[in-house]
């Protein structure tokens, strides 16, 4: 990153010292496949390593080519086909031979039900949809042959279990494809619904290779290295920050199906992976696994996580036990990916008390949130980005589009951050997540972070409750290491040794795992929903904890 003087305000100016690539993701492939054929791109790392599937540049864009003339035989450039399945080769394939063919590839998270899998498709306008036979309980071809009739724009369905045959009517490629530019559109991912209904985010060609790029660069993914993740596809996280992350350095995409962290560690010590992307929840899982000592990691580099607070306890112990660098991203849908991030080569305190500073070519600004006006330095307020990772928009949907992309190209994110001189983010929450009692403003990030200090608190998530008096209540609901709990009281203490006396939480709640999304995130939404329907019960102040609560 440039050398540039400290700032004034909370306004960054985008650093152009890393050009922008005017290129599409077929494009990439196609160069890729030229400058290093033989170079293998991506593995399937199923659990038996014998069984794992394995593609080399030119084979990856042979089979995407094959992929894109038989979409071609039944789709027009511009039309939307949904993916429903969770990770898997035949969705990375699908992603390629999309792109390929001008089409724009609509994820849906593999956990969605019928109804849920109904909105996406009707809102994207969807005119085929790929997926799975079978996700857990789930039986996805009957989910879809029950929507189907209700979905006259749906005009192909495609089980994964007949997927050979859909790609053997694509066997003799096109003597040229369609004509696809940087700026078009390339997905649609829905929003992950942590707040409300989700909406479809247009990202583009532009927007993911670039976003992805500079995010590996600046955690020193090596040219030619091996990257691997569990990261769901059907999120930005996945199918464009890793894969897009790994090809951008003409690396090797390494990806696990589903995550488990025994399985990982074989992974890393099989495929000798220099790095790593997860969210907190499976760092943790691999730093706790019995396995990990026995293992052969030293090819392990760096490891990337986000998608959620990273604690600094998490970072430091990863550092000493994985022997690794680490990286830390903040990002969103409807920006691609990465918007600011730490470099392995920042300085102690801003790796573990960071999230970094914005990536290249990014303009980002703390904002108020009611004005738009630039807040001083130190001082909270709303992300704002605008540069050109900004979304195209939500699908159809100008309302909420101009709810989140403003007139004059800045992107509200509705994250609420501070900004130092030296441009280093600091988290403070999500405005929804703003605690207001008694007309005071609690950002849980402050209290999340002093929990987290306390060497019997695995995990912590601090949410608003209902109070009748002064409107909310700060209530801490928490996730133990192993071996005898804390008292309430011991973490009152604790609280209150370091947070003013409304900031320390009211209600104590335990619980042994968080409800989270298919990606990893903590659904804070659900927390509050089960706290009001009171389906987790308070801790009583003054006696010790006797058995962590189940979630309901």
Same mark, same amino acid.
């Given at each position: 990153?440039?050398?540039?003087?400290?700032?004034?305000?909370?306004?960054?100016?985008?650093?152009?010292?890393?050009?922008?690539?005017?290129?599409?993701?077929?494009?990439?492939?196609? /160069?890729?496949? /030229?400058?290093?054929?033989?170079?293998?791109?991506?593995?399937?790392?199923?659990?038996?390593?014998?069984? *794992?599937?394995?593609?080399?540049?030119?084979?990856?864009?042979?089979?995407?080519?094959? +992929?894109?003339?038989?979409?071609?035989?039944?789709?027009?450039?511009? %039309?939307?086909?949904?993916?429903?399945?969770?990770?898997?080769? !035949?969705?990375?394939?699908?992603?390629?031979?999309?792109?390929?063919?001008?089409?724009?590839?609509?994820?849906?998270?593999?956990?969605?039900?019928?109804? !849920?899998?109904?909105?996406?498709?009707?809102?994207?306008?969807?005119?085929?949809?790929?997926?799975?036979?079978?996700?857990?309980?789930?039986?996805?071809?009957?989910?879809?042959?029950?929507?189907?009739?209700?979905?006259?724009?749906?005009?192909?369905?495609?089980?994964?279990?007949?997927?050979?045959?859909?790609?053997?009517?694509?066997?003799?490629?096109?003597?040229?494809?369609?004509?696809?530019?940087?700026?078009?559109?390339?997905?649609?991912?829905?929003?992950?619904?942590?707040?409300?209904?989700?909406?479809?985010?247009?990202?583009?060609?532009?927007?993911?290779?670039?976003?992805?790029?500079?995010?590996?660069?600046?955690?020193?993914?090596?040219?030619?290295?091996?990257?691997?993740?569990?990261?769901?596809?059907?999120?930005?996280?996945?199918?464009?920050?890793?894969?897009?992350?790994?090809?951008?350095?003409?690396?090797?995409?390494?990806?696990?199906?589903?995550?488990?962290?025994?399985?990982?560690?074989?992974?890393?010590?099989?495929?000798?992976?220099?790095?790593?992307?997860?969210?907190?929840?499976?760092?943790?899982?691999?730093?706790?696994?019995?396995?990990?000592?026995?293992?052969?990691?030293?090819?392990?580099?760096?490891?990337?996580?986000?998608?959620?607070?990273?604690?600094?306890?998490?970072?430091?112990?990863?550092?000493?036990?994985?022997?690794?660098?680490?990286?830390?991203?903040?990002?969103?849908? !409807?920006?691609?990916?990465?918007?600011?991030?730490? /470099?392995?080569?920042?300085?102690?305190?801003?790796?573990?008390?960071?999230?970094?500073?914005?990536?290249?070519?990014?303009?980002?600004?703390?904002?108020?949130? %009611?004005?738009?006006?630039?807040?001083?330095?130190?001082?909270?307020?709303?992300?704002?980005?605008?540069?050109?990772?900004?979304?195209?928009?939500?699908?159809?949907?100008?309302?909420?589009?101009?709810?989140?992309?403003?007139?004059?190209?800045?992107?509200?994110?509705?994250?609420?951050?501070?900004?130092?001189?030296?441009?280093?983010?600091?988290?403070?929450?999500?405005?929804?997540?703003?605690?207001?009692?008694?007309?005071?403003?609690?950002?849980?990030?402050?209290? !999340?972070?002093?929990?987290?200090?306390?060497?019997? +608190? *695995?995990?912590?998530?601090?949410?608003?409750?209902?109070?009748?008096?002064?409107? @909310?209540?700060?209530?801490? +609901?928490?996730?133990?290491?192993?071996? @005898?709990?804390?008292?309430?009281?011991?973490?009152?203490?604790?609280?209150?040794?370091?947070?003013?006396?409304?900031?320390?939480?009211?209600?104590?709640?335990?619980? %042994?795992?968080?409800?989270?999304?298919? /990606?990893?995130?903590?659904?804070?939404?659900?927390?509050?929903?089960?706290?009001?329907?009171?389906?987790?019960?308070?801790?009583?102040?003054?006696?010790?904890?006797?058995?962590?609560?189940?979630?309901?």
């Amino acid at each position: 990153m440039e050398q540039r003087p400290l700032l004034t305000q909370s306004h960054w100016n985008p650093d152009r010292s890393q050009p922008l690539l005017e290129i599409t993701l077929g494009g990439l492939l196609r /160069s890729l496949a /030229s400058e290093v054929p033989e170079r293998v791109a991506f593995v399937e790392a199923v659990p038996d390593a014998g069984a *794992r599937r394995r593609w080399t540049y030119r084979q990856l864009l042979d089979e995407a080519q094959s +992929v894109a003339t038989a979409l071609l035989r039944h789709h027009q450039p511009g %039309d939307r086909v949904a993916v429903w399945a969770p990770n898997c080769a !035949e969705w990375v394939l699908l992603q390629h031979g999309a792109s390929l063919a001008g089409l724009v590839l609509v994820t849906v998270n593999p956990a969605y039900v019928a109804d !849920e899998v109904r909105h996406v498709l009707a809102a994207s306008g969807a005119s085929a949809i790929f997926h799975a036979d079978r996700y857990r309980s789930t039986d996805m071809t009957a989910v879809v042959d029950q929507l189907r009739p209700a979905l006259p724009g749906l005009r192909q369905t495609v089980a994964f279990s007949e997927w050979n045959r859909f790609v053997a009517e694509g066997r003799e490629p096109l003597s040229s494809f369609p004509d696809v530019q940087p700026g078009d559109m390339v997905q649609i991912q829905f929003t992950s619904g942590t707040t409300g209904r989700p909406k479809g985010a247009c990202l583009h060609h532009r927007g993911i290779v670039n976003a992805a790029r500079f995010a590996a660069r600046r955690a020193g993914f090596p040219d030619g290295g091996v990257w691997a993740t569990a990261m769901p596809l059907f999120h930005v996280g996945g199918c464009a920050g890793s894969e897009i992350g790994a090809m951008s350095s003409r690396g090797t995409f390494v990806l696990q199906p589903a995550f488990d962290a025994g399985a990982m560690l074989e992974i890393i010590e099989s495929e000798r992976v220099h790095h790593l992307h997860a969210v907190p929840t499976m760092v943790l899982a691999l730093l706790d696994h019995p396995q990990r000592p026995a293992r052969r990691l030293d090819s392990l580099h760096t490891l990337m996580s986000g998608g959620s607070p990273v604690p600094t306890t998490l970072v430091e112990r990863a550092r000493r036990e994985l022997g690794c660098r680490f990286s830390i991203t903040f990002g969103q849908t !409807e920006l691609n990916g990465v918007v600011s991030q730490t /470099s392995p080569d920042d300085a102690p305190d801003r790796q573990t008390s960071s999230i970094g500073r914005p990536a290249s070519q990014a303009e980002v600004k703390i904002a108020d949130p %009611d004005t738009g006006a630039v807040r001083p330095l130190g001082q909270a307020g709303e992300v704002w980005a605008r540069g050109y990772q900004t979304m195209l928009g939500y699908f159809d949907s100008r309302e909420a589009t101009a709810e989140t992309l403003r007139p004059d190209g800045w992107l509200r994110t509705g994250d609420l951050a501070s900004m130092d001189a030296a441009g280093y983010m600091h988290i403070e929450g999500r405005i929804k997540d703003c605690i207001i009692r008694g007309g005071e403003n609690i950002y849980p990030r402050e209290i !999340e972070d002093v929990l987290l200090a306390h060497p019997r +608190v *695995r995990q912590v998530c601090v949410v608003g409750a209902p109070d009748a008096r002064r409107g @909310e209540m700060v209530a801490a +609901v928490i996730e133990c290491e192993a071996g @005898e709990p804390p008292s309430t009281l011991d973490l009152h203490h604790h609280c209150r040794r370091h947070l003013a006396p409304y900031k320390t939480p009211a209600l104590w709640f335990f619980v %042994d795992r968080y409800p989270t999304t298919t /990606s990893g995130k903590i659904q804070k939404y659900v927390l509050r929903e089960w706290i009001a329907q009171q389906r987790l019960v308070p801790q009583p102040f003054d006696k010790p904890v006797t058995a962590r609560v189940a979630n309901p």
